[in-house]
């Protein structure tokens, strides 16, 4: 037996290796590859959505409140949403292990 | 099988000639294949195109060395080119010429063999307006060698050249009248 | 029976690509294929194709648009020769992976340098691993009948496939051709329904990452698909014969029964080799032909029936594979007939580079020397025939 085995018979996979079910990147939880992590300051934040808007991840969405908070399941730790707050309300901190 | 070489220059439609000569061919119900001299042409230059034709299926890909016949468009192309050259023996030549046959063989360097000489230009200059003669020099070749049936060359030549055509038909005719053929 | 007609092959392709009722074209001209696209824009320009012809800016973009298109569930068409085939290269490789059945026309050319516009398979052959059906016609006839087969298999198989056919020598020649009556056509060409493709409606993912526990696998798929498609291929050609009366073979043989040198060769260039064979049977040497009509999947046991007993076989390539051991076909026999009990002696000439004539007299040259080391040692490499020193 091979050290490094296939994940997937080749039998199995769809013609083309299309993958079939929407969407199905939220079942990989990406969020584990951060070392910095977005920390919201709702006194500062006036809502404008532009972390939600840029997040390449798409990690952000809004709570009740209409907040936008980063699920940190998906969030990559890149810092963009940081670095474009208006207001500073986002602060990138270490991530604790 | 018989094997063409038409010269003529560049624009003065050699290769709709060969083509003409094929469709004509094959409507009638033989075998044929007309190609160009394969790769760039240039207006005006020296230029040739080929034809076969034959009662069987043409299974061959080779170059025309040896034509059977060669049929020139433009009277000044001999000065320039070997027109004979590689010609069968007992092939024949047609050529576009106001010359007579003396004048003609001389130069041709003292060639021999069947002659067929029409004065194409002329005829196409009275019939069309215009001294381009490749559908006027089919007329000499049917006249030469006799395998293609006018009626198929002057349905190629209606398809081909749609208003156009009965004039060039009208050419095609005279031509056919006119060609005188030597030895 | 259809109607036979005197037409340049170029505008007979053209046709015949139309009566498969493509819906999608992208191409960009190049020398000796224009003719071809030319024909099929005129098609769609005057409303007698109802498709949808795309005028790209280079041949990477002209495959790219027919995988997009081909993966939205449509039938697609493109053409192309020599440098504009290299410049598509790197969609090659993803129109056959991701089992897109794109049917594509070669205009066989050399490549550059020198720029050359004239025939050989340098072109071709550098596909050769890139997960292609190929199938080489020898003339219009089979050219035409090549492009319907190339429809109906590819949609079955699920795969692309390059129908190639020689520039100038065969696309440029009037010669008589018929084309299958366009009910025939539709009966051999049902409508293209794919299981899967792109749709707003009912989204899916084409062209994933395909990380190292799962590219081996996403390959041996593609590589059995190509495989098992030598079945469909050649079933596909039982049902073209059955409504055109027109039979094809993955190895087409000529006079090799009894042979004892055989002589192997590809596309155009057949047609004079086989006056060579008929000329050298009437001197009563036993030599035959044979041809691949299939290149890609590689037909390797149609192939060793074919060479029946040969003591000799004179291979002649029409391109070069530069730094190897032979032409690109002469690799492929050898490797072929390395694990078989047959060991016929493999003579490997390059000939036709660039459209150089190759006549009667040189393929009987070609055939003499297959005679020569029938019973001695042959050449390990090989010979570029005619070449001048």
Same mark, same amino acid.
């Given at each position: 037996?091979?050290?490094?085995?296939?994940?997937?018979?080749?039998?199995?996979?769809?013609?083309?290796?299309?993958?079939?079910?929407?969407?199905?990147?939220?079942?990989?939880?990406?969020?584990?590859?951060?070392?910095?992590?977005?920390?919201?300051?709702?006194?500062?934040?006036?809502?404008?959505?532009?972390?939600?808007?840029?997040?390449?991840?798409?990690?952000?969405?809004?709570?009740?409140?209409?907040?936008?908070?980063?699920?940190?399941?998906?969030?990559?730790?890149?810092?963009?949403?940081?670095?474009?707050?208006?207001?500073?309300?986002?602060?990138?901190?270490?991530?604790?292990? | 099988?018989?094997?063409?070489?038409?010269?003529?220059?560049?624009?003065?439609?050699?290769?709709?000639?060969?083509?003409?000569?094929?469709?004509?061919?094959?409507?009638?119900?033989?075998?044929?294949?007309?190609?160009?001299?394969?790769?760039?042409?240039?207006?005006?230059?020296?230029?040739?195109?080929?034809?076969?034709?034959?009662?069987?299926?043409?299974?061959?890909?080779?170059?025309?060395?040896?034509?059977?016949?060669?049929?020139? =468009?433009?009277?000044?192309?001999?000065? =320039?080119?070997?027109?004979?050259?590689?010609?069968?023996?007992?092939?024949?030549?047609? =050529?576009?010429?106001?010359?007579?046959?003396?004048?003609?063989?001389?130069?041709?360097?003292?060639?021999?063999?069947?002659?067929?000489?029409?004065?194409?230009?002329?005829?196409?200059?009275?019939?069309?307006?215009?001294?381009?003669?490749?559908?006027?020099?089919?007329?000499?070749?049917?006249?030469?060698?006799?395998?293609?049936?006018?009626?198929?060359?002057?349905?190629?030549?209606?398809?081909?050249?749609?208003?156009?055509?009965?004039?060039?038909?009208?050419?095609?005719?005279?031509?056919?009248?006119?060609?005188?053929?030597?030895? | 029976?259809?109607?036979?007609?005197?037409?340049?092959?170029?505008?007979?392709?053209?046709?015949?690509?139309?009566?498969?009722?493509?819906?999608?074209?992208?191409?960009?001209?190049?020398?000796?294929?224009?003719?071809?696209?030319?024909?099929?824009?005129?098609?769609?320009?005057?409303?007698?194709?109802?498709?949808?012809?795309?005028?790209?800016?280079?041949?990477?973009?002209?495959?790219?648009?027919?995988?997009?298109?081909?993966?939205?569930?449509?039938?697609?068409?493109?053409?192309?020769?020599?440098?504009?085939?290299?410049?598509?290269?790197?969609?090659?490789?993803?129109?056959?992976?991701?089992?897109?059945?794109?049917?594509?026309?070669?205009?066989?050319?050399?490549?550059?340098?020198?720029?050359?516009?004239?025939?050989?398979?340098?072109?071709?052959?550098?596909?050769?691993?890139?997960?292609?059906?190929?199938?080489?016609?020898?003339?219009?006839?089979?050219?035409?009948?090549?492009?319907?087969?190339?429809?109906?298999?590819?949609?079955?198989?699920?795969?692309?496939?390059?129908?190639?056919?020689?520039?100038?020598?065969?696309?440029?020649?009037?010669?008589?051709?018929?084309?299958?009556?366009?009910?025939?056509?539709?009966?051999?060409?049902?409508?293209?329904?794919?299981?899967?493709?792109?749709?707003?409606?009912?989204?899916?993912?084409?062209?994933?990452?395909?990380?190292?526990?799962?590219?081996?696998?996403?390959?041996?798929?593609?590589?059995?698909?190509?495989?098992?498609?030598?079945?469909?291929?050649?079933?596909?050609?039982?049902?073209?014969?059955?409504?055109?009366?027109?039979?094809?073979?993955?190895?087409?043989?000529?006079?090799?029964?009894?042979?004892?040198?055989?002589?192997?060769?590809?596309?155009?260039?057949?047609?004079?080799?086989?006056?060579?064979?008929?000329?050298?049977?009437?001197?009563?040497?036993?030599?035959?032909?044979?041809?691949?009509?299939?290149?890609?999947?590689?037909?390797?046991?149609?192939?060793?029936?074919?060479?029946?007993?040969?003591?000799?076989?004179?291979?002649?390539?029409?391109?070069?594979?530069?730094?190897?051991?032979?032409?690109?076909?002469?690799?492929?026999?050898?490797?072929?007939?390395?694990?078989?009990?047959?060991?016929?002696?493999?003579?490997?000439?390059?000939?036709?580079?660039?459209?150089?004539?190759?006549?009667?007299?040189?393929?009987?040259?070609?055939?003499?020397?297959?005679?020569?080391?029938?019973?001695?040692?042959?050449?390990?490499?090989?010979?570029?025939?005619?070449?001048?020193?």
């Amino acid at each position: 037996m091979p050290k490094s085995p296939g994940l997937v018979s080749w039998k199995k996979l769809p013609i083309g290796m299309f993958i079939l079910e929407a969407g199905n990147s939220v079942k990989f939880k990406t969020g584990d590859w951060k070392s910095m992590k977005p920390v919201l300051d709702k006194e500062k934040c006036i809502k404008c959505g532009q972390c939600w808007l840029l997040c390449p991840d798409m990690a952000y969405s809004q709570d009740e409140e209409g907040y936008y908070i980063s699920n940190l399941n998906y969030c990559k730790g890149c810092g963009i949403c940081a670095s474009i707050c208006p207001k500073g309300a986002i602060t990138m901190v270490l991530e604790e292990v | 099988m018989i094997e063409i070489r038409l010269h003529g220059r560049g624009g003065q439609g050699a290769v709709t000639s060969a083509e003409l000569i094929a469709v004509a061919a094959i409507h009638q119900g033989l075998y044929a294949q007309a190609f160009p001299s394969f790769g760039p042409e240039r207006r005006g230059a020296p230029v040739q195109a080929f034809a076969r034709i034959s009662n069987t299926y043409i299974r061959t890909r080779e170059r025309i060395y040896h034509p059977d016949v060669i049929l020139v =468009l433009d009277p000044s192309l001999p000065k =320039l080119v070997k027109v004979t050259d590689g010609l069968k023996e007992g092939g024949v030549a047609i =050529l576009n010429s106001h010359h007579s046959e003396e004048e003609v063989r001389k130069m041709l360097g003292g060639y021999q063999g069947k002659l067929a000489l029409v004065d194409a230009t002329k005829i196409a200059l009275e019939e069309l307006g215009v001294p381009i003669t490749n559908t006027t020099m089919l007329g000499a070749l049917v006249k030469a060698i006799d395998l293609i049936e006018i009626n198929y060359l002057e349905e190629a030549v209606r398809a081909r050249f749609g208003k156009l055509a009965d004039k060039n038909i009208k050419a095609l005719r005279r031509a056919m009248e006119e060609t005188q053929i030597y030895g | 029976m259809g109607k036979r007609v005197a037409k340049e092959v170029s505008i007979a392709v053209a046709d015949a690509v139309a009566q498969c009722r493509v819906d999608v074209i992208a191409a960009y001209p190049i020398t000796p294929q224009t003719h071809i696209v030319e024909h099929l824009s005129e098609l769609v320009n005057n409303g007698e194709l109802d498709a949808e012809f795309v005028t790209v800016e280079s041949e990477h973009a002209a495959l790219s648009v027919c995988i997009g298109a081909s993966a939205t569930g449509v039938r697609t068409f493109t053409s192309t020769a020599a440098q504009g085939l290299l410049f598509m290269y790197e969609c090659l490789f993803i129109a056959s992976a991701l089992r897109l059945p794109i049917v594509m026309v070669v205009a066989n050319r050399s490549v550059s340098a020198p720029i050359s516009i004239w025939n050989d398979h340098g072109d071709i052959m550098t596909m050769r691993d890139a997960g292609w059906i190929q199938t080489f016609s020898e003339n219009g006839q089979e050219a035409v009948d090549l492009v319907y087969h190339a429809y109906r298999v590819a949609e079955k198989a699920m795969l692309p496939v390059a129908v190639n056919l020689d520039g100038f020598i065969v696309t440029h020649v009037v010669e008589p051709i018929e084309l299958l009556d366009q009910e025939l056509v539709d009966r051999y060409i049902p409508p293209y329904r794919p299981k899967y493709k792109l749709d707003p409606k009912n989204p899916i993912t084409v062209g994933a990452i395909g990380v190292p526990e799962i590219y081996t696998e996403a390959r041996k798929a593609l590589d059995v698909a190509l495989e098992n498609s030598y079945r469909t291929i050649v079933q596909a050609w039982k049902d073209f014969e059955k409504i055109s009366g027109r039979k094809y073979q993955p190895v087409e043989t000529y006079r090799m029964e009894d042979a004892e040198v055989g002589m192997v060769i590809m596309g155009s260039l057949t047609e004079t080799a086989m006056n060579a064979v008929d000329k050298l049977r009437e001197e009563g040497k036993k030599v035959g032909l044979l041809r691949f009509r299939l290149w890609r999947p590689f037909p390797y046991r149609d192939f060793l029936r074919a060479i029946g007993k040969v003591k000799s076989l004179v291979v002649v390539d029409r391109a070069l594979s530069h730094g190897s051991t032979g032409g690109p076909v002469g690799i492929e026999i050898r490797s072929a007939l390395y694990q078989s009990n047959k060991r016929p002696k493999i003579v490997n000439f390059v000939a036709g580079l660039a459209g150089r004539d190759v006549t009667v007299e040189d393929f009987i040259e070609m055939f003499e020397k297959g005679y020569t080391y029938m019973t001695k040692k042959a050449p390990f490499f090989y010979e570029i025939y005619g070449v001048k020193e």
